[in-house]
């Protein structure tokens, strides 16, 4: 597989995740401007229309905004970063839980386990 | 709207049929992916379209004209053989392509000469395949044809030239303008370029779907497809 994509989910939609991710990581800050749909498409080997549907699925988002003639930021909106970032959290959290859980631990062994985890580290 | 069009078209070589009563259609301003097994008809599907054959039965249309000679002006054809002089360096048969078509850009040559880097000065009969496939496709993404049709352009190189051709094709095609169809066995290599494919096998076109629907309403990617629609 080229440009790190998954084989079951719409490419545009993992480069939305991919975007968020970097947002979320600080590698692109709030205000800062994204590569052209042109540049975006040769990084990952995908074609424009699918960057195009990304950016524009971003937006919806209210993650990025377009300026005419000027290109596509990451919002300068600082609350909706931070709760873009506390989204992701919570969605990891969710899908680690589910996962525990279908394996038969109970809410004691998660958290214990867990702390056991971040004290090693 | 749609750039090509097949309304019951049949071709047959001696005897042989390539295709069957084959309808089509494809809009513009989108990348298609033509895939089947060896000896469906994906080769003389784009033959027809670039007008280099004619059917034997019904009608191919291509920017809004009956497919023939002429109708090179508009389609760039990316053939699966080499179709260049050997004794021209480089640099002269872009100058030569700059010739035959009035719709070559020269400093979209220069940019994708650079992209690709090949030497310009460099013989054709020189230049080892990888870079032969290079040359090919830099001449071929030159012009500002409104359709753009390539006969396997991955097939026999090796994975650095052709992550370097799918790069390219991602970079330098201007969708707003152009259209590209591509047969191609390297089916995953191609996928995330694709906006749409078409699966053909014994001279007939089975399914026409997109690929994020692919995706999101099956959860498979386009191997997995191919193998349900076509075997």
């Known amino acids: 597989m080229t440009g790190g994509f998954n084989e079951t989910q719409p490419i545009y939609y993992q480069l939305v995740q991919k975007v968020i991710l970097q947002i979320v990581r600080g590698d692109l800050k709030a205000g800062e401007k994204l590569p052209s749909v042109r540049e975006m498409g040769g990084q990952f080997k995908v074609n424009p229309n699918t960057v195009q549907r990304a950016y524009a699925d971003l937006e919806r988002l209210n993650v990025v905004e377009t300026r005419r003639g000027l290109g596509t930021f990451v919002t300068e909106d600082r609350n909706r970063l931070t709760q873009l970032r506390e989204q992701l959290k919570h969605e990891k959290i969710d899908t680690f839980i589910k996962d525990m859980q279908e394996m038969g631990f109970n809410a004691r062994e998660i958290k214990d386990g867990l702390n056991e985890h971040l004290s090693d580290n | ?231």
């Open chain 2, 1 to 231: 709207m749609s750039i090509v069009k097949f309304a019951n078209v049949s071709k047959k070589y001696y005897g042989k049929v390539a295709l069957d009563n084959a309808n089509l259609e494809l809009p513009s301003g989108k990348v298609v992916g033509l895939i089947g097994p060896n000896g469906s008809g994906k080769s003389t599907a784009l033959k027809l379209m670039a007008g280099l054959i004619r059917p034997n039965k019904g009608a191919v249309t291509v920017c809004g004209k009956p497919a023939g000679r002429r109708i090179s002006d508009e389609v760039a054809f990316l053939s699966e053989l080499d179709t260049f002089y050997s004794f021209f360096t480089v640099k002269e048969s872009i100058n030569f392509y700059h010739g035959q078509y009035r719709d070559f850009d020269l400093d979209k040559a220069e940019q994708m000469l650079k992209f690709m880097q090949l030497n310009p000065d460099a013989r054709v009969k020189d230049l080892s395949k990888g870079n032969r496939g290079r040359l090919k496709i830099a001449l071929t993404l030159s012009r500002r044809a409104k359709l753009i049709l390539m006969d396997e352009p991955l097939s026999g190189l090796d994975p650095i030239v052709r992550e370097l051709i799918i790069k390219s094709l991602a970079s330098f095609i201007d969708l707003e303008q152009q259209t590209v169809i591509m047969s191609t066995h390297e089916v995953s290599e191609i996928e995330p370029l694709l906006d749409l494919v078409v699966a053909i096998r014994d001279g007939n076109v089975l399914k026409i779907d997109e690929i994020d629907h692919i995706r999101e309403e099956y959860n498979i990617s386009l191997v997995e497809w191919m193998k349900r629609v076509i075997v």
